[in-house]
């Protein structure tokens, strides 16, 4: 195969992640961003989001020629055989994709756009927005190009092993030439191709993010009824899981889904189905049980000690999952809130999301050097987010450092014996007290 030409607009992690990737299969990758700082810091090959193995990636291609950064979009478009779109589709008011940052790139592609490309959509965007972005484009220039829709499925903390090792690579193209360059870029991936047309791909990206919500809240809603009818949730899960069709994976209950991605695209699959005027009833109670479930350990906090005024509550992990750095839309920030309002005093600890948790935590909240710095002197604790290190404390560090021996695991990280034997009240996520 021959090796191509890219640019890529955007280096948030999908952005960012999938330039590196490109470039360590042998293509040459330009990456562009509007943030100077940004692209200095990146072209020096450090990487400004956590995430494992991207620095590593990065120096290595930087280092091999194939690699580079810039601001400058008709640099990076001169000679690009394909235009990655990797910038963000955040959510708006009324929970529609603002697509901003997408039409200014289609603005550049068209100013200095000067031979045949293949604009390529990786960023998540309602069904008919690639079709949007081609007419706004051949609107502005003469220049033949072609539009595909090639959806992005990497989670956060993983995101270069997701890169490397995913299920499916989607296109999605209405023309098929463009299609098979798509494809041909991506062959050195070795990852089985799924080809369809633009607007099917588009669905494919909100109908796999739905579907994963849709697990996580029913697993959650089962919990909730083993904890009336005292079964246990992880045995559950397990028993199901082990039939191929439902699987085991992303069935374990907890205090729900944040990230930039499930809340943001629920709600908007939400919002195009209500522009056809089609209810999408399933998703909307999806969405109404992770609300509920966010708010879980505050109401179970509450129904043991009746108020919280006064209580110091430890808050085990703040980001919305361990790994990451990502503060968006996680429970920490809903049940810090609560607790605040209820009059509790709360000392929180995260591994490596604290500097972006004191812009989204109230400003009440202090913050411990160590998850077992968070416990002492507390009166209870609660789990937030399932790192190794929240996970490796002990029921005796809890005992002996809680003033009162109560846990709240949000995230089922306990052995519920070992918790009892210590002496501990240790309530769970859809276990047995
Ligand atoms: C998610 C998808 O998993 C990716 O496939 C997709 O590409 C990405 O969104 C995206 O659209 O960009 P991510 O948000 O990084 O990835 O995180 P996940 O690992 O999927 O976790 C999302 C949330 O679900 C976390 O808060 C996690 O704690 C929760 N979760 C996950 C559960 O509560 N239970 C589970 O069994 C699994």
């Known amino acids: 195969m021959s090796f191509k030409n890219i640019a890529v607009v955007g280096t948030g992690y999908v952005g960012l992640v999938t330039g590196v990737a490109l470039s360590d299969i042998g293509h040459s990758v330009t990456c562009v961003d509007i943030d100077e700082q940004k692209v200095e810091l990146m072209q020096s090959g450090v990487s400004p989001i956590y995430e494992p193995g991207l620095s590593e990636l990065m120096t290595k291609n930087i280092k091999a020629g194939r690699l580079s950064f810039t601001t400058k979009h008709q640099q990076a478009f001169a000679g690009a ?94 023309s098929v030439v463009a299609g098979d360059l798509i494809e041909e870029i991506n062959k050195p991936f070795g990852i089985p191709v799924f080809r369809t047309d633009i607007r099917s791909a588009e669905m494919i990206k909100y109908a796999s993010n739905a579907f994963l919500a849709t697990k996580i809240s029913f697993v959650n809603e089962i919990a909730n009824l083993c904890e009336k009818l005292n079964a246990n949730v992880d045995d559950v899960a397990r028993g199901m899981g082990q039939d191929k ?15 930039s991605c499930f809340p943001k695209d629920t709600s908007a699959l939400v919002q195009i189905a209500g522009n056809v005027e089609h209810e999408f009833t399933l998703l909307k109670a999806v969405i109404e049980v992770n609300y509920k479930q966010q708010r879980l350990l505050v109401e179970k906090a509450r129904e043991h000690f009746g108020s919280l005024r006064g209580k110091t509550i430890a808050m085990l992990g703040l980001a919305f999952k361990p790994n990451t750095d990502d503060m968006r839309e996680a429970a920490s920030i809903i049940l810090a809130q609560e607790l605040i309002l209820a009059g509790a005093r709360v000392v929180a ?77 240790y309530y769970s996520v859809g276990r047995p007290v």
């Open 81 to 174: 055989d394909a235009i990655y779109i990797a910038v963000g589709t955040p959510q708006k008011e009324d929970g529609t994709a603002d697509l901003r940052f997408i039409e200014a790139v289609a603005d550049h592609i068209a100013e200095h756009l000067t031979h045949y490309a293949v604009v390529v959509t990786k960023s998540t965007v309602p069904v008919g927005t690639n079709d949007y972005i081609k007419s706004y484009i051949d609107k502005h220039t003469d220049v033949p190009f072609a539009v595909v829709s090639n959806p992005e499925f990497l989670r956060e903390g993983s995101a270069v092993h997701d890169t490397f090792h995913g299920d499916r690579i989607v296109i999605g193209a209405d």
């Open 245 to 259: 069709r439902i699987g085991n994976k992303f069935l374990n209950a907890g205090i729900g889904y944040g990230g």
């Open 349 to 425: 600890y995260d591994p490596i999301a604290m500097e972006n948790a004191r812009n989204v935590l109230p400003a009440a909240v202090d913050y411990a050097d160590s998850a077992f710095a968070a416990i002492q002197g507390a009166d209870t604790a609660f789990v937030v987010t399932e790192w190794d290190e929240i996970c490796a404390l002990t029921p005796g560090d809890f005992k002996a450092n809680l003033k009162e021996p109560v846990v709240f695991d949000g995230r089922n990280c306990f052995n519920i014996e070992t918790m009892k034997e210590a002496g501990l009240n």
